[in-house]
């Protein structure tokens, strides 16, 4: 079942991936889709076994590495914190895979697609079951290269193959500091293994490595790492890009999953993060400005996907103020919660795109609701659960993140409080703009997409209404164990808080108006929208032209693409040409051939002993060869 | 295996063999073509079965070198011919030998003219190659070190591109132009121990004062062969001009000799001046991986490209030896081997596609992926193995030398991993426009997917390249025991020296 769980997918991925062709799209598909069934059925059992009745669990599957006291498994670690993720991971991915077999019907290459899809579900799950640092970012870039391929899906656009490389190279960046990350804690523990490292941070606390405290510096570098799969400030700029590749990836990897590696990442590392305070605010100030950041962005964006990719890169700043203030379970429960809403409206977007014959363009959608009733319908219960309306399942979660910063009483958490409610304000205008304009208004597309306009077969609509059963319940239901007063049992240890660490209880303790805030801003930004693009419709565009400059500033998202491609990106090219071009054939090559010129006159002048002719040198050298031969003969027969 | 049973010199002279008799067939040219052709192929493949017995016999546990053989050669001189494998040797010996018969298959069409003479200067090759890494003595190991020139120097000479003499004048003196220093620091080791013999010489102990002088006589051959930075640049020229098999063979084996030599010579015999010298070779590394990282960036010909990478890749190595710790080493001698296998996989990789298409041009291709899907899947797990995808040969190495690195320098490990991000870059940057893209260029949309005998080539290497990455076990295990003698040998010499200085 463990393992089941796991390699399923994989399974799945090798037989659509090789024997696609052979098989058939149907049946290629299909079995991909059965494969991932068989892994959600593991995967909900394990999240049984380990968390409701408390067994965690580790197997060892190989060894994987052996050098000099560094030692490395293949291991599958099952406790609470990889089982919600495992089964999390492998429900949504299933109703992904079951909705893609809809949409991707009029496809080339079916057996490719789902191929993907699956592969990345196995390396997403090899990343949360991972038992040390080095699976962990096995399944770390796992997850990375099947982004790549499933953004680069369309491998025919270039705009998708420009997404796919900056998706990866932007990755790898942050990559680079999960690496020297790992590298520093092997280098403090001698060991990369979890129940190692975990059981030995206390004796290190005093450790300093080039005059850094070396925990602080081990958690700053492995933050920077999860920037960079988390889209957080600075290392987003792939995030909004990436959803170049087909819906369901979007939904799959820039919403459910890939992008919580880093969230995960962090709660998993929460023995190192505990006794790492400044790094932990950093965490908190880089998540609560992304947070805050992404949704202003979000509010003036005009692509469907692109809308619903900065509130995913919001929601994550959400996470990260979370985990910054020590409330990691708080955090995970928002990443759980928040997969199941964000699925579910990029699943809900791709059902719209689909109903409008792949327009994704706001302004050319309007006057469809009563078209597609059902989307319409899971839209409403996603950006009611996404914007934290009470009874849905963001408010559960969301709510407690606000809270749990405001009770951290601290400056940076305050910081993130305000940030947080700001951005909550926004991300409910934003969703409730995407939902008016999408949806009601007169139509904006030609007569030709209108008559188009078609709800979504019913392989599409079963995942969307099994989702949004999620949206609405997962919240309500699961808060007693996640966060509520069940929360030592479930968790069973598998995150760690330190003994001054008090925020899980502070948080239930805070003032009336910190709880309710966040409702009400929520309703203000719903109604702010329903004025804006219900009743006054011309408000919006004047508001644009009287502030152009702020409304440039957020369109073109504050400028990040360009001020990279000019630190960077121009930079890299000029130095690879000059290296080049100067330095390799001028300058190295040069001396060489100068000096190649100078003893060809001298030899010119002196000897004709030389032809020049290196084949006469070959042959020389050819004699030399044959006469250490003569002489090795020679003396063996001497021996004889 | 009989100890007295001479493997090794049947490993090393048995391609020999095979050489003479393609020499001694007669006929039509087409017929000796094809006969050559499959000689040369038995011959190397039954060089390579008979080479896995190093495989199964080797004892791990040892440091010792085994299979040894040892004769009197020149008694007077104290030169001998002794032959014989430690762990750091054992795995270069397989894979040269596993790597020729994929070269011999993958130059079974594109090489149409003087067949026999290419058969045979393949065969006289690997007999160099294998011999080099099976000498255990300085003499023999110059003449097997030097002979590996000439029939690579003919390869690229004569069946290779248009510019290939040039090529091949640079590569041919730049190579022995340091070795000639080499020649220089040999004869002083003779001169002064009085023997060759390598093992002997571990025990003898190289004045500290002349340490120096030797290292850097060392250097000049072995910084050539690796390539180091600043002098790489005959290999992207030979690399351009030779032909595919001759790049596998280049960048699979030949530049693997001077990371050996280092190996073998430079860290045991001269631990002072290795060690006070080590700076230096980490910022040559360090400069070789980002700059050349970068050239290669900008690079318009898919092999110069591919050239340029290895001179990065050959950075992490020489990075990994000179961190003096068990996991560097280690991590250095995988990057070896996992950079032959997989940078030989692209550069046939590009053979694939030169053949069909005769244009090593990127801007040649394009949409690619559309008729050849097969090619593509292929490409794509050797790009990513060069990426250094964890699961992938290269990720272990990268890994092991990065952790090392950091225990010597951040600064040298966060220049050392710099490639990771680079790497991605340029090999991406290729990938995406020789197979992604939109397929226009009316020649390409009638090409023809792997043939069944490129896929015989390839297979090896994809099983191997997996293999390496996700049970890297069965490699490491191999040279563990040798490593760590290497690096008590190490530390013991410079503690001797430090009690001496109390």
Same mark, same amino acid.
């Given at each position: 079942m463990f393992v089941g769980a796991i390699f399923f997918p994989l399974l799945g991925a090798f037989i659509s991936g090789f024997f696609g062709r052979l098989l058939g799209d149907k049946v290629a598909q299909w079995t991909t889709v059965l494969c991932m069934v068989l892994a959600a059925v593991c995967g909900v059992s394990a999240f049984m076994q380990v968390a409701m009745g408390g067994h965690p669990e580790t197997i060892v599957l190989l060894r994987w590495m052996d050098v000099g006291g560094l030692q490395v498994n293949w291991a599958l670690r099952y406790d609470t914190l990889s089982v919600v993720m495992v089964a999390m991971v492998t429900f949504i991915s299933t109703l992904i895979h079951l909705y893609s077999v809809g949409y991707m019907s009029h496809d080339h290459t079916i057996p490719r697609f789902f191929a993907y899809l699956s592969l990345f579900t196995f390396m997403m799950l090899m990343l949360v079951t991972a038992d040390n640092l080095a699976q962990l970012f096995f399944g770390w870039e796992g997850v990375g290269l099947a982004s790549y391929l499933l953004i680069g899906y369309w491998y025919e656009k270039d705009s998708a193959n420009k997404a796919a490389m900056k998706a990866f190279i932007v990755n790898r960046v942050g990559d680079l500091f999960f690496m020297l990350g790992l590298a520093l804690t092997f280098l403090t523990f001698g060991s990369i293994e979890f129940p190692v490292i975990f059981a030995a941070?206390?004796?290190?606390?005093?450790?300093?490595?080039?005059?850094?405290?070396?925990? !602080?510096?081990?958690?700053?570098?492995?933050?920077? @790492?999860?920037?960079?799969?988390?889209?957080?400030?600075?290392?987003?700029?792939?995030?909004?890009?990436?959803? !170049?590749?087909?819906?369901?990836?979007?939904?799959?990897?820039?919403?459910?999953?890939?992008?919580?590696?880093?969230?995960?990442?962090?709660?998993?590392?929460?023995?190192?993060?505990?006794?790492?305070?400044?790094?932990?605010?950093?965490?908190?100030?880089?998540?609560?400005?992304?947070?805050?950041?992404?949704?202003?962005?979000?509010?003036v964006q005009n692509d469907i996907k692109r809308i619903i990719a900065y509130s995913t890169c919001s929601q994550l700043g959400y996470m990260f103020f979370a985990i910054g203030v020590g409330a990691y379970q708080v955090a995970i429960f928002h990443l759980f919660t928040h997969a199941f809403f964000k699925a579910l409206l990029f699943l809900g977007a791709g059902s719209v795109i689909h109903a409008m014959s792949d327009e994704q363009d706001i302004r050319k959608m309007g006057g469809i609701w009563t078209k597609i009733p059902v989307t319409y319908l899971v839209m409403w219960i996603g950006n009611l659960a996404l914007a934290g309306i009470p009874l849905f399942a963001g408010y559960y979660s969301k709510d407690a993140i606000l809270e749990a910063a405001f009770a951290?009483?601290?400056?940076?958490?305050?910081?993130?409080f305000v940030c947080g409610i700001i951005a909550a304000f926004l991300t409910a205008f934003y969703s409730w703009r995407l939902l008016f304009l999408t949806f009601h208004g007169k139509p904006r597309a030609d007569h030709?997409?209108? !008559?188009?306009?078609?709800?979504?077969?019913?392989?599409?609509l079963v995942p969307l209404l099994l989702l949004s059963v999620g949206a609405v319940l997962t919240g309500y239901v699961f808060a007693p164990y996640f966060i509520g007063e069940l929360e030592h049992d479930f968790w069973h240890g598998a995150i760690f808080n330190g003994a001054h660490n008090h925020i899980m209880h502070a948080m239930h303790e805070v003032p009336e108006w910190v709880a309710l805030a966040p409702t009400v801003v929520g309703v203000a930004g719903i109604a702010l929208a329903f004025v804006f693009y219900m009743l006054a419709p011309a408000l919006p565009r004047a508001l644009a032209n009287g502030l152009r400059p702020i409304y440039l500033f957020l369109l073109n998202k504050w400028y990040f693409d360009e001020l990279y491609d000019f630190l960077?990106?121009?930079?890299?090219?000029?130095?690879?040409?000059?290296?080049?071009?100067?330095?390799?054939?001028?300058?190295?090559?040069?001396?060489?051939?100068?000096?190649?010129?100078?003893?060809?006159?001298? @030899?010119?002048?002196?000897?004709?002993?030389?032809?020049?002719?290196?084949?006469?040198y070959a042959f020389v050298m050819l004699i030399g060869v044959v006469i250490f031969v003569s002489l090795f003969l020679y003396s063996l027969f001497k021996g004889a | 295996m009989n100890p007295g049973f001479p493997l090794l010199s049947l490993l090393t002279f048995l391609p020999l063999v095979g050489a003479a008799i393609i020499l001694s067939v007669r006929g039509e040219e087409k017929v000796v073509a094809q006969n050559a052709r499959w000689t040369a192929l038995w011959t190397s493949i039954i060089v390579f079965l008979l080479s896995l017995a190093l495989w199964f016999g080797f004892d791990k546990s040892s440091a010792e070198f085994q299979f040894t053989e040892e004769v009197d050669w020149l008694p007077d001189f104290g030169i001998g011919y002794h032959m014989g494998v430690d762990g750091i040797s054992v795995l270069f010996v397989l894979l040269s030998t596993?790597? +020729?018969?994929?070269?011999?298959?993958?130059?079974?069409?594109?090489?149409? +003219?003087?067949?026999?003479?290419?058969?045979?200067?393949?065969?006289?090759?690997? +007999?160099?190659?294998?011999?080099?890494?099976?000498?255990l003595d300085l003499v023999l190991f110059y003449v097997f070190f030097e002979g590996v020139l000439i029939p690579m120097f003919l390869i690229i000479g004569v069946w290779g591109g248009p510019r290939r003499v040039y090529a091949a004048m640079k590569f041919f003196l730049y190579t022995l132009a340091g070795s000639v220093l080499m020649l220089l620091a040999i004869l002083w080791l003779w001169y002064n121990a009085g023997t060759t013999d390598i093992p002997e010489l571990f025990a003898y102990e190289v004045p500290r004062a002349v340490q120096g002088l030797l290292f850097f006589a060392f250097l000049a051959s072995f910084a050539v062969k690796v390539p180091m930075w600043p002098v790489h640049t005959w290999l992207p020229d030979a690399h351009v001009e030779a032909p595919t098999a001759g790049s596998v063979i280049l960048a699979g084996v030949l530049?693997?000799?001077?990371?050996?030599?280092?190996?073998?010579?430079?860290?045991?015999?001269?631990?002072?001046?290795?060690?006070?010298?080590?700076?230096?070779?980490?910022?040559?590394?360090?400069?070789?991986?980002?700059? +050349?990282?970068?050239?290669?960036?900008?690079?318009?010909?898919?092999?110069?490209?591919?050239?340029?990478?290895?001179?990065?890749h050959m950075g992490i190595v020489t990075l990994g030896i000179f961190t003096f710790t068990p996991q560097g080493l280690s991590g250095a001698i995988f990057t070896m081997l996992a950079h032959g296998v997989v940078s030989g996989a692209l550069f046939l990789c590009v053979g694939v596609v030169y053949d069909r298409v005769h244009s090593r041009e990127i801007a040649r291709y394009g949409g690619v992926a559309k008729v050849m899907p097969g090619y593509a899947v292929l490409f794509m797990l050797f790009t990513m193995a060069s990426i250094g995808l964890p699961g992938t040969a290269n990720f272990v190495g990268e890994f092991l030398v990065i952790i090392a690195a950091w225990k010597v320098n951040p600064w040298v490990a966060a220049g050392g991993a710099s490639g990771m991000i680079l790497g991605a870059c340029y090999m991406l940057y290729l990938y995406r426009r020789v197979v992604f893209g939109k397929l226009e260029k009316p020649d390409l949309k009638v090409l023809a997917d792997l043939s069944a005998r490129e896929?015989?080539?390839?297979?090896?290497?994809v099983v191997l390249t997996i293999w390496m990455g996700i049970y890297p076990s069965s490699f490491l295990s191999f040279f563990e025991a040798s490593v760590a003698a290497l690096l008590a040998r190490h530390e013991a010499a410079l503690n001797v020296a430090k009690l001496a200085g109390m």
């Open positions: 941070v206390a004796q290190h606390t005093n450790d300093t490595y080039l005059g850094i405290n070396s925990i !602080e510096l081990i958690g700053v570098l492995l933050f920077l @790492g999860a920037c960079g799969k988390s889209a957080q400030l600075g290392l987003h700029t792939w995030l909004p890009d990436a959803m !170049e590749g087909p819906t369901p990836v979007s939904a799959l990897i820039h919403a459910a999953t890939m992008v919580t590696a880093g969230v995960f990442l962090m709660a998993r590392m929460s023995p190192i993060m505990e006794y790492a305070p400044t790094a932990l605010m950093i965490v908190t100030v880089v998540g609560a400005s992304t947070a805050l950041f992404a949704a202003t962005i979000g509010c951290a009483h601290s400056g940076v958490g305050t910081y993130a030709h997409t209108m !008559e188009h306009v078609h709800e979504s077969p019913a392989v599409m960077f990106v121009r930079p890299a090219m000029w130095l690879a040409r000059v290296f080049w071009k100067v330095g390799d054939a001028k300058l190295i090559d040069g001396m060489p051939n100068g000096a190649a010129a100078l003893a060809a006159d001298v @030899g010119r002048g002196a000897v004709r002993l030389q032809t020049g002719r290196v084949a006469n | 596993a790597l +020729t018969p994929l070269c011999i298959l993958a130059s079974w069409e594109s090489i149409g +003219t003087r067949v026999r003479e290419y058969m045979i200067s393949f065969l006289v090759l690997e +007999t160099m190659m294998v011999g080099m890494f099976c000498a530049l693997k000799m001077g990371a050996y030599g280092f190996l073998r010579f430079s860290v045991p015999l001269l631990p002072f001046a290795s060690a006070e010298y080590a700076p230096l070779i980490f910022a040559l590394s360090v400069v070789a991986v980002v700059y +050349t990282s970068l050239v290669a960036l900008a690079q318009q010909d898919m092999k110069k490209l591919i050239a340029y990478s290895s001179v990065a896929y015989v080539v390839f297979a090896p290497l």
